[in-house]
């Protein structure tokens, strides 16, 4: 037990932790930014040597992770969601309940070997079409496949970045072990998988008794794309037909710009323009429109008539300039979310000058219950919304390589590189296989498969290098130091001391339960990284102290580090909630019970089978 008071190093320490903790819950400054500032910290006080400050942008922890990003790119660029879809349809034989099992347990499959928001990725367009082709409500499939998408991630040490994190922190532990104490062994690559078999079972048993029942307001609420008109028209207000109009000398619009033109409150959406002999889709905001331009828009006939009418336009009865760029087969409209990770956050479509750069025309933004219609140039962007765009789907797809969107539409395109999928799925097994073997280190054997995706052209160096959330990987190894200065200054047993004074009394069970509950209480508030950082040096003191095993500690803070079920702070949810209709009231109805269960079942099972 620790026998001193709190030192000046420890209160520094301490303090940094608050300071991260405040920043992260009240968003005041970017959490990498968060993360780079108290790094910059620790190495201005002295607290981390020098020498060892950005030893973390090299530790295992995380190269893992951005060995497990790359990996799961090169399985989306070889086509697996497209067989991942058949497959899914004929195995549920199209029955609603035996569908959302099966999408469900495939994906907290997969999220024990991939990152969690690479799993979500892959799986929002398979579920959109699942939905389209069964009629399911899209909200019925999206939460259970994101509930199981999170516990899944328990399954193996490379399903989710505490995990990944896990064994760097208790080597690091290992220097700062009381007297006496054994030093603490690496824990395997399938160590926390009893718990996370429980945790998923627990997740498909929860939704398939209480599905019906928990998801039973989704149904109208859900962005089922169906991609009919009469859909986008019930759900955006977005209906009518595309009509051509032709600028007269006499019309004001002349030597306006498309921007000035559209800002018009009575004005159609505005989707093509030909000037001379370039017709274009998704025309820039800055483009001109002169004498003899022709303008594509999408209204209703009587909105458009009276538009036209009003500015001295020549209104066309069919498409003689536009029929081929308005074939459904080569345009149309779709919907994306933006992921938490996105660099659009914070920006309007007026600054990332959408139609310019990607050729994509932003409609509307689904925001939870709220809707953007007016203005949506001006909106700026949140993680989570829903983009509704008007594009060639060439343009779209292209588009979507960069990761700033996740695309959820069924929209028509060749699979990119189906003649690979052979080669992903070999390697990616192969990759597992090796970190199985323990003959390399977890990293090398999983960066050992991105070297043969990249030689085997699955993947380029540029779509490996964008396959990578920086901004996850910044988090991660900036934070990987507060955690040794938390062991090293004697924060955490400090902390551990003071918590077995109050609860030392308590049997073994029920202190892991409290673990559990207080670091999944920290990922709510700190991102998974952030707790698992904090809380795991605290819980092998603790269990030190009380005279336990500190390895089942460690694990149980592991797991429950990433237990946040009930708010978009999850990147998983963040990304399932626009295009499910969830708000945050819907979260917290369905994921708070699970959340109380996830952490008596991953408690229950490590204190079993741990001892």
């Excluded at 006080?45 to 922890?61: D, I, K, R, S």
Aim: proline share 6%.
């Amino acid at each position: 037990m620790f026998d001193g008071g709190l030192t000046t190093e420890m209160l520094m320490v301490l303090g940094l932790v608050a300071f991260t903790m405040a920043m992260f819950t009240w968003d005041r400054l970017r959490p990498d930014l968060t993360a780079l500032l108290v790094l910059v910290s620790l190495g201005l006080t002295g607290l981390v040597p020098a020498e060892q400050l950005f030893n973390g942008f090299a530790g295992n922890a995380v190269i893992s992770v951005m060995a497990t990003m790359i990996l799961g790119a090169g399985l989306d660029r070889a086509g697996v969601l497209n067989r991942l879809a058949i497959w899914l349809l004929r195995l549920s034989g199209g029955l609603e309940r035996r569908l959302i099992l099966a999408s469900s347990l495939v994906a907290g499959l997969l999220s024990g070997f991939m990152q969690n928001p690479a799993v979500t990725s892959l799986f929002l367009p398979v579920a959109s079409r699942l939905s389209t082709r069964t009629g399911v409500p899209l909200a019925r499939l999206l939460m259970p496949i994101a509930a199981c998408v999170v516990m899944g991630g328990g399954l193996s040490m490379v399903g989710n970045s505490p995990l990944i994190l896990l064994n760097d922190l208790i080597e690091s532990a290992n220097r700062n072990l009381p007297s006496g104490v054994a030093t603490l062994k690496p824990l395997g690559m399938f160590a926390p998988l009893p718990a996370g078999l429980a945790l998923l079972v627990l997740g498909l048993a929860y939704f398939g008794l209480f599905g019906r029942r928990l998801l039973r307001d989704a149904d109208d609420k859900s962005v089922a794309p169906g991609r009919t008109e009469s859909y986008f028209a019930r759900t955006y207000g977005i209906e009518g037909e595309v009509f051509e109009l032709t600028v007269t000398a006499e019309s004001p619009l002349v030597g306006m710009s498309v921007g000035d033109a559209e800002s018009n409150p009575e004005a159609p959406l505005l989707l093509a323009l030909k000037t001379g002999n370039e017709a274009r889709l998704s025309p820039p905001a800055d483009s001109m429109i002169w004498v003899g331009s022709v303008l594509g828009v999408m209204g209703r006939r009587e909105q458009v008539s009276d538009y036209a009418q009003n500015n001295l336009l020549r209104m066309s009865p069919r498409l003689r300039h536009f029929a081929d760029l308005f074939n459904p087969a080569r345009a149309g409209i779709s919907e994306a979310v933006v992921p938490p990770t996105s660099p659009w956050i914070g920006k309007t479509s007026r600054e990332l000058q959408l139609r310019k750069a990607h050729g994509l025309s932003l409609l509307a933004i689904n925001r939870g219950s709220e809707v953007f219609r007016e203005d949506v140039r001006d909106v700026p962007i949140r993680a989570g919304d829903l983009l509704v765009l008007h594009s060639f789907w060439r343009d779209l797809a292209l588009a979507a390589q960069s990761r700033n969107f996740v695309v959820v539409t069924d929209y028509p395109k060749e699979e990119q590189r189906p003649h690979k999928l052979l080669h992903a799925v070999l390697i990616f097994l192969g990759a597992i296989a090796l970190t199985l073997s323990g003959h390399l280190p977890v990293p090398v054997a999983l960066m050992t498969g991105v070297v043969a995706m990249l030689l085997a052209g699955v993947l380029t160096m540029d779509e490996a290098y964008a396959a990578v959330s920086w901004k996850t990987v910044f988090i991660m190894a900036a934070l990987i130091p507060l955690g040794w200065a938390m062991d090293s200054s004697g924060a955490a047993a400090w902390i551990a001391a003071e918590l077995f004074e109050r609860f030392g009394e308590l049997p073994r069970w029920l202190l892991l339960f409290l673990t559990g509950m207080l670091t999944s209480l920290f990922g709510l508030m700190i991102s998974n990284v952030g707790a698992t950082v904090i809380m795991v040096p605290m819980a092998i003191n603790l269990a030190i102290s009380h005279g336990d095993a500190p390895l089942p500690y460690a694990l149980v803070v592991a797991l429950c580090a990433s237990n946040n079920l009930i708010s978009v702070s999850n990147p998983v949810l963040a990304m399932v909630s626009g295009p499910a209709g969830f708000r945050g009231v819907d979260l917290l109805r369905l994921g708070l019970p699970l959340s109380a269960l996830y952490v008596l079942v991953a408690t229950t099972v490590i204190g079993l089978v741990y001892r």
